[in-house]
């Protein structure tokens, strides 16, 4: 079982940047394939980012490819999100997500663990 801890939003205006952390307990983070979502008021929650378990393989949504990047550091046990040319369309609340298993999956139910997400909040 592992323990997802966001952190690192805020408000910023459009075209900044911010970079978002998720700390994980337990010893097996490594095993992991790892996630970046985000929920909208009154919208659904949505894939924004995934990693496998090395850090060498990443897919994006459209909507964020060549502005966000992910990444995580296993010895740290931390995945981070790093947020650049910030748009009022990306205010949400973001959440990072686990799944044991492959990596490549952009559906919410398919991972196994949720942190209680950080706020994101970009101004016009």
């Known amino acids: 079982q592992v323990q997802l801890v966001e952190s690192g939003g805020g408000l910023v205006q459009a075209g900044g940047s911010l970079r978002l952390s998720c700390a994980a307990s337990g010893r097996t983070f490594s095993r992991y394939a790892m996630g970046w979502f985000r929920q909208a008021p009154g919208k659904e929650r949505e894939f924004v980012a995934v990693?496998?378990?090395?850090?060498?393989?990443?897919y994006y949504a459209d909507s964020v490819k060549g502005r966000f990047t992910i990444s995580r550091d296993n010895p740290k046990n931390t995945m981070y999100l790093q947020m650049n040319s910030l748009k009022p369309e990306d205010t949400a609340v973001y959440y990072c997500?686990?799944?044991?298993?492959?990596?490549?999956?952009?559906?919410?139910?398919?991972?196994?663990?949720w942190g209680q997400g950080t706020q994101v909040t970009v101004s016009s």
């Open positions: 990693i496998n378990w090395s850090g060498g393989s990443t």
């Open positions: 997500a686990a799944r044991s298993g492959s990596y490549g999956y952009t559906e919410v139910g398919s991972y196994d663990y």
